[in-house]
């Protein structure tokens, strides 16, 4: 089972992350609705398991509450891939959302690094600030060693773009997490 479970208690935030790549139930709890919203429809496009509980500083704002969620839930995905053996590696994926178009392109390579072409016209999704997306992801790919390449080449509905940038995602995701045929690694290396 490709499955872990990470808790990561600090002064600001308390969570637990309980991930499974290969499916199973989804319930978000972080206190922030339209961030609930987005990692609900990151574990169903995913087709991942997920459970996330948050209790955040929110009467701070919602930065220390989705980053630190980002930290855990790619320790979890680095966890639960294990050695990164017998995996595609690669995905790709674009998601339409009525004006907005969103792409996504990574590489579970045990190299982290984040490219993000992304602005919002506006500053809140409900209680969200969408400038902390970036920072989800750029705590995301840190943690779980991935390359992770997300574009926004247009949109004008910040609610839209986001949802897309998490959809596309969860999609190429689903992708690369998929079993390779011969379950070894694809690297010329011979280890990622």
Known sequence: MRCARVERNTKETQ???????????????????????????????????????????????????????????????????????????????????DEALASCVLDISNRPFLVFKASFEQELCGDYETCVTEEFFRAFAMNSCITLHISVPYGANAHHEIEAIFKACAHALKIAVRPNEDGSVLSTKGVL
Not at 25 to 52: E, P, Q, W, Y
């Open 15 to 97: 969570i637990t992350v309980e991930l499974n790549l290969d499916g199973g139930n989804v319930d978000i709890s972080t206190g922030i609705g339209f961030f609930d919203h987005m990692l609900t429809a990151f574990a169903v496009h995913g087709g991942f398991g997920l459970k996330v509980a948050v209790h955040g500083d929110l009467e701070v704002d919602t930065h220390h509450t989705v980053e630190d969620t980002g930290i855990a839930l790619g320790t979890a995905f680095k966890q639960a891939l294990g050695d990164m053996s017998g995996i595609v590696r690669y995905g790709s994926f674009s998601v339409p959302m």
